[in-house]
Antibody, heavy 122, light 110 residues
Framework: QVQLVESGGSVVQPGTSLKLSCAVS????????MHWVRQAPGKGLEWVAT????????NHADSVRDRFTISRDNSKNVLYLQMTSLTVEDTAVYYC???????????????WGQGTLVTVSS | QSLLTQPPSVSQTPGQRVTISCSGS????????VNWYQQLPGTAPRLLIY???QRPSGVPDRFSGSKSGTSASLAISGLQSEDEADYYC???????????FGGGTKLTVL
């Protein structure tokens, strides 16, 4: 069955960096676009970033552009989110999600991981 | 403030029907399909409806979606206590070149 397992969440200080991972199994990872979506405590969902199946196309939300970078290793079936210059506003549960449409890169998110908590606090 | 507007909360009694609205604009719902996600308390979101009115396998047919113009709706019939959750609409926005989520609606089953 399809599984997505995030890791790497932690408590960090403002201005520092952190790298999240999402290990996937149960499907052909290299055939699917992937996404990161976050949810601040008690708040709604916010799209963070998307990467194409081969990793050649990437898109990031304005709120994280130039600070966060999405990447993937298709040989290891792992999705990453490198986060730098973290601020308290980045505190959230970060979910990785699989793109459900195999033709276009961003349409709907059909499988989600359980999430990993990033807390930015001094 | 999300560009996709949902009511913060709705409530209904078991067995009844409830609808959740999602209002957008010509750059998002007006020109793209809508997806709906269910988030049970303490869990990750789950895809409920995609392409405005399609149900993934495993989603009961009590859940249905529709879209008209720049608005969309999620309907849940035969309401059950386990349907108590947060529901989010989502759509691509052509102007922002990014996917948008609505602010979410908390469904309470009385």
């Amino acid at each position: 069955q399809v599984q997505l397992v995030e890791s790497g969440g932690s408590v960090v200080q403002p201005g520092t960096s952190l790298k999240l991972s999402c290990a996937v199994s149960g499907f052909s990872f290299s055939h699917y676009a992937m996404h990161w979506v976050r949810q601040a405590p008690g708040k709604g969902l916010e799209w963070v970033a998307t990467i194409s199946p081969d990793g050649s196309n990437k898109n990031h939300a304005d709120s994280v552009r130039d600070r966060f970078t999405i990447s993937r290793d298709n040989s290891k079936n792992v999705l990453y989110l490198q986060m730098t210059s973290l601020t308290v506003e980045d505190t959230a549960v970060y979910y990785c999600a699989r793109e459900g449409n195999t033709i276009i890169i961003v349409d709907y998110f059909d499988y989600w991981g359980q999430g990993t908590l990033v807390t930015v606090s001094s | 403030q999300s560009l996709l507007t949902q009511p913060p909360s709705v409530s209904q009694t078991p067995g009844q029907r409830v609808t959740i609205s999602c209002s957008g604009s010509s750059s998002n719902i007006g020109s793209n399909t809508v997806n709906w996600y269910q988030q049970l308390p303490g869990t990750a979101p789950r895809l409920l409806i995609y392409s405005s009115d399609q149900r993934p396998s495993g989603v009961p047919d009590r859940f249905s979606g529709s879209k008209s113009g720049t608005s969309a709706s999620l309907a849940i019939s035969g309401l059950q206590s386990e349907d108590e959750a947060d529901y989010y609409c989502a759509a691509w926005d052509d102007s922002l070149n990014a996917p948008l989520f609505g602010g979410g609606t908390k469904l309470t089953v009385l």
